[in-house]
Nanobody, 125 residues
Framework: QVQLVESGGGLVQAGGSLRISCESS????????MGWFRQAPGKEREFVAS????????YYTDSVKGRFTISRDNVKRAMYLQMNSLTSEDTAVYYC??????????????????WGQGTQVTVSS
């Protein structure tokens, strides 16, 4: 059973940066596609980014391209999301996800098998 735990969320001013992390236990971490989703208050959960098992392929939703960078360290069993040039539109709970069978590019939340509990990111304007 795979367990995912996010950390690093917090309050940041608009234009600032934040890096959130996801640590995994159980399963073969290096064989999973990993990703991030987010859910803002009153909005549906949305896909943010995903990364292949090797880290060689990444995929982003248009609204974060050029500002967010997803990465992973298979030795540390960790995944990261570096977020720059943050705006109030980025305020949300960010969820770490993993799946053994999906390919990078899948955006549907119900396709991912494993989910973390979420970490709150709040951007003040």
């Amino acid at each position: 059973q795979v367990q995912l735990v996010e950390s690093g969320g917090g309050l940041v001013q608009a234009g600032g940066s934040l890096r959130i992390s996801c640590e995994s236990s159980g399963g073969t971490f290096s064989s999973y596609v990993m990703g991030w989703f987010r859910q803002a208050p009153g909005k549906e959960r949305e896909f943010v980014a995903s990364i292949s098992w090797s880290g060689g392929t990444t995929y982003y939703t248009d609204s974060v391209k050029g500002r967010f960078t997803i990465s992973r360290d298979n030795v540390k069993r960790a995944m990261y999301l570096q977020m720059n040039s943050l705006t109030s539109e980025d305020t949300a709970v960010y969820y770490c996800v993993a799946d053994r069978h999906l390919r990078v590019g899948v955006r549907q939340d119900n396709e991912f098998e494993y989910w973390g509990q979420g970490t709150q990111v709040t951007v003040s304007s």
